[in-house]
């Protein structure tokens, strides 16, 4: 069966500096992974995706993750955050024939000035 | 071209009482999935709808809860007999078909609160 961990529950950090938001993933088979992002009394945005092809993945508001086969990896990494990116992220894989998806608990991230 | 629509955003229900979510996909979109996300948890799949068809519902509890997708009008979840357990944010998510690389877009959610 597959699963996702999201090790770290709460991500507090300053404007400006660099974040990595982790997230591990359990599959036996073809992977397809996703990164969420909820505001809050909002629902799920897609922040960014890995299907196939460049393991490495960007959003358009500079958020980045690297698909890592060999350490079952997906994690989200920001250079230099805003007080704006302030959210909840959960990281998903796709599970089953019919592609409902599977998340993880998700991360809180809180972005201080 | 307007996203997913859930309706009410939030309702208030006494133990015992039903609960009825409604979900409108987007325009095109046949293809429904619901997900309860539970108080510091991450959202859990419940059911897959397409059009008049349960395609999964393996992540539905037993009893009490129910889904349907008309031909017509949107889908709903039913919650018969609630109880405290059952207050979370309900989500539903549509895409235009089956498979993994169909995005699948999110609605704003339905928080529901049993008294």
């Known amino acids: 069966a597959q699963s996702v961990t999201q090790l770290d529950s709460q991500v507090p950090v300053f404007e400006e500096a660099p974040v990595e938001l982790r997230c591990n993933y359990s599959?036996?088979?073809?992977?397809?992974l996703f990164w969420y992002v909820q505001y809050p009394n909002q629902g799920l945005q897609l922040l960014l995706k890995y299907l196939s092809g460049s393991t490495l993945v960007e959003s358009i508001n500079g958020f980045e993750a690297e698909f890592n086969k060999s350490q079952t990896s997906f994690h989200l990494r920001k250079p230099s955050v805003h007080i704006s990116d302030t959210a909840e992220y959960f990281c998903a894989v796709r599970g089953g024939s019919q592609g409902n998806l599977i998340f993880g608990k998700g991360t809180k991230l809180s972005v201080k000035p | 071209n307007a996203g997913v629509m859930q309706n009410p955003r939030h309702l208030v229900r006494r133990r015992g009482q039903e609960a009825r979510l409604r979900c409108s996909p987007m325009k095109g979109h046949s293809h429904v999935y619901w997900y309860r996300q539970l108080p510091e948890e991450g959202l859990k799949f419940m059911v897959y709808l397409q059009k008049e068809n349960i395609i999964d519902e393996s992540g539905m509890p037993k009893e009490r809860f129910s889904a349907e997708f008309p031909k017509e009008g949107p889908s709903i979840l039913r919650i018969q007999q609630v109880v405290r357990g059952d207050s979370a944010a309900y989500f539903c998510?549509?895409?235009?078909?089956?498979?993994?690389?169909?995005?699948?877009?999110f609605g704003p959610g339905t928080r529901l609160t049993v008294t």
């Open positions: 998510a549509s895409s235009v078909a089956e498979g993994n690389s169909y995005e699948q877009y």
């Open positions: 599959s036996s088979v073809s992977v397809y």
